[in-house]
């Protein structure tokens, strides 16, 4: 069955703190995304990566980077961490050129404190 | 730009059909989704439609596709308990990214 995995379901972390969050999947996905969740808002796109080493920015990408050296990890990095980015996380991966959609990872809930 | 708009809350109760309807904008699209999200989970793929299909059914899963009004549905048959979850309707144009809908909330009460 095909996985997206992300590392933390549950993370705490203090104001001004480096933060990385890891996705991993094992579906060969050339696509990969980083969304956040906030009640009322949706799902908003923060970066996506089409290949290795490629990063593109979304909607809201201010206060985020990303990283993708290998093509089944994509990492989301919060140089700075601050309580506005306090909210849940979800990675996804695609396969390019196919209509299948994303395939989800259980998320990661995020508490900037 | 694309916009796909839900409904943001549903209460039905168990054994009645539910039906979450969901408009989108860009008549471009070539795939349409409907993705669950439970409790403190990621999203979970449903179904999905080709654009050039009207229907597709899967077990207790209707979705209705009505390309010229730009109208999307999904209907679930003998609704559970278990049913209860955020609901996404997205779109994808075969470019770029899909757009998600900001969901529908079912409540589904015994």
């Known amino acids: 069955d095909v996985k997206v995995t992300q590392s933390s379901r549950y993370l705490v972390k203090r104001t001004g703190e480096k933060v990385f969050l890891e996705c991993v999947q094992d579906?060969?996905?050339?696509?990969m995304f980083w969304y956040r969740q906030d009640p009322g808002l949706g799902l908003r796109l923060i970066y996506f990566s089409y290949d290795v080493k490629m990063k593109e920015k979304g909607d809201i990408p201010e206060g985020y980077s990303v990283s993708r050296e290998k093509k089944e990890r994509f990492s989301l990095i919060l140089e700075s961490a601050s309580t506005n980015q306090t909210s849940m996380y979800l990675c996804?991966?695609?396969?390019?050129?196919?209509?299948?959609?994303?395939?989800f990872g259980s998320g990661t809930r995020l508490t900037v404190v | 730009g694309e916009d796909v708009e839900q409904s943001l809350f549903l209460s039905v109760r168990e054994g009645d059909s539910s039906v979450i309807n969901c408009t989108y904008t860009d008549s471009s699209s070539t795939y349409l989704y409907w993705y669950k999200q439970e409790p403190g989970a990621g999203l979970q793929l449903l179904t999905y439609i080709f654009s050039n299909m009207d229907m597709k059914q899967d077990q207790r899963l209707t979705v209705l596709l009505n390309k010229k009004d730009k109208h999307l549905s999904l209907r679930i048959a003998d609704t559970q308990t278990g049913d209860s979850a955020i609901y996404f309707c997205?779109?994808?144009?075969?470019?770029?990214?899909?757009?998600f809908g900001k969901g529908t909330m079912l409540l589904v009460s015994p």
């Open positions: 997205a779109e994808w144009s075969g470019y770029s990214t899909l757009t």
């Open positions: 579906m060969d996905h050339e696509n």
């Open positions: 996804a991966s695609s396969q390019s050129g196919q209509g299948e959609g994303y395939t």
